[in-house]
């Protein structure tokens, strides 16, 4: 677990978020720019999960490594899946879902440093 | 899943109803994974919450599959389901705040969902009204293809 990529992918989800958002508030469909922001935020997403992977195999533990792998898939699951729903419907909803999927991203990721650190539940 | 749904009347699960349908699967992915855990590593830790978990996660995953389904059966699949989550969060949030000590880990539904922002009480409220709106008529329209009553 590297803070700095997970700082780094809990702005990007909520940039992307707020700017699905804006889309929605516009009546625009999911465009090209929504994509790349997700696929960059996707792509900081899959590094840290190399990085966990890297310090696990290095002997670090988190508190509870189930719940943490769990979490970890969730983490780059989250927008592949919210991009595949969005854009089932290309209307001003789909955005909406997809500032969801970031939203999700960002929580999940909260919760993956709080497992990481067994910190709360 | 829904192609050219443009084209269609309006189903539990396009507009608005992608929304809702994205936010009950992120909670049956989340309360599956949870429970599963729980159970499978601490299940004697307490019993009833996570059971009680379980259960949550089975009734999001049948409003999920209910919500993403046309038709007259899946509609009343999704009510029932969201009757039941709306129901099963109101009695647990009670128990738990009436007694604590029965709930010494945090369930989904304890504290009205207090640990999940409190989503889990609103969640079955709007899919109920959401419901409501996309009620299938017998002509084979639903009540969201009528013209917007005028707000006063």
């Known amino acids: 677990m590297i803070d700095g990529l997970a700082a780094a992918s809990i702005i990007c989800a909520l940039l992307v978020g707020?700017?699905?958002?804006?889309?929605?508030?516009?009546?625009?469909?999911?465009?090209?720019?929504?994509?790349?922001?997700?696929?960059?935020?996707?792509?900081?997403l899959l590094?840290?999960?190399?990085?966990?992977?890297?310090?696990?195999?290095?002997?670090?533990?988190?508190?509870?490594?189930?719940?943490?792998?769990?979490?970890?898939?969730?983490?780059?699951?989250?927008?592949?899946?919210?991009v595949?729903?969005?854009?089932?419907?290309?209307t001003r909803w789909g955005?909406?879902?997809?500032?969801?999927?970031?939203?999700?991203?960002?929580?999940?990721?909260v919760r993956l440093g709080q497992v990481w650190e067994g910190t709360g539940g | 899943m829904a192609s050219a749904s443009t084209d269609?009347?309006?189903?539990?699960s396009s507009g608005p109803g992608r929304i809702?349908?994205?936010?009950?699967?992120?909670?049956?992915?989340?309360?599956?994974?949870?429970?599963?855990?729980?159970?499978?590593?601490?299940f004697d830790h307490a019993?009833?919450?996570?059971?009680?978990?379980?259960?949550?996660?089975v009734v999001y995953v049948v409003a999920t599959v209910a919500l993403t389904r046309p038709g007259v059966h899946w509609h009343?699949?999704?009510?029932?389901?969201?009757?039941?989550?709306?129901?099963?969060?109101?009695?647990?949030?009670?128990?738990?705040?009436?007694?604590?000590?029965?709930?010494p880990d945090q369930a989904v539904w304890s504290t009205y969902g207090g640990g999940y922002l409190f989503i889990p009480v609103v969640l079955p409220v709007l899919g109920l009204a959401w419901l409501r709106r996309t009620a299938p008529r017998p002509d084979g329209t639903t009540t969201a293809d009528a013209p917007p009553a005028p707000t006063a």
Do not use: K, M, N
């Not at chain 2, 936010?23 to 601490?42: G, K, L, N, P, W």
């Open chain 1, 47 to 82: 590094a840290q999960v190399v990085g966990a992977v890297v310090e696990i195999s290095r002997g670090q533990r988190a508190d509870q490594p189930a719940v943490f792998v769990l979490y970890l898939i969730g983490s780059v699951a989250a927008l592949p899946a919210g």
């Open chain 1, 84 to 90: 595949w729903w969005s854009l089932g419907e290309r």
């Open chain 2, 76 to 103: 009343r699949v999704a009510v029932a389901a969201c009757t039941t989550e709306l129901a099963g969060v109101l009695a647990v949030g009670t128990a738990s705040v009436l007694d604590s000590s029965a709930f």
């Open chain 1, 18 to 44: 707020a700017a699905c958002l804006l889309q929605t508030w516009r009546d625009r469909p999911v465009g090209v720019g929504l994509l790349a922001g997700t696929g960059a935020t996707e792509l900081v």
């Open chain 1, 95 to 109: 955005s909406a879902v997809l500032s969801v999927a970031c939203v999700a991203v960002a929580i999940i990721v």
């Open chain 2, 20 to 42: 809702l349908v994205a936010v009950y699967a992120i909670f049956a992915v989340a309360a599956c994974s949870r429970s599963a855990v729980q159970i499978a590593t601490e």
């Open chain 2, 8 to 12: 269609r009347p309006a189903g539990t």
């Open chain 2, 47 to 57: 019993r009833l919450a996570y059971l009680l978990s379980a259960f949550a996660a």
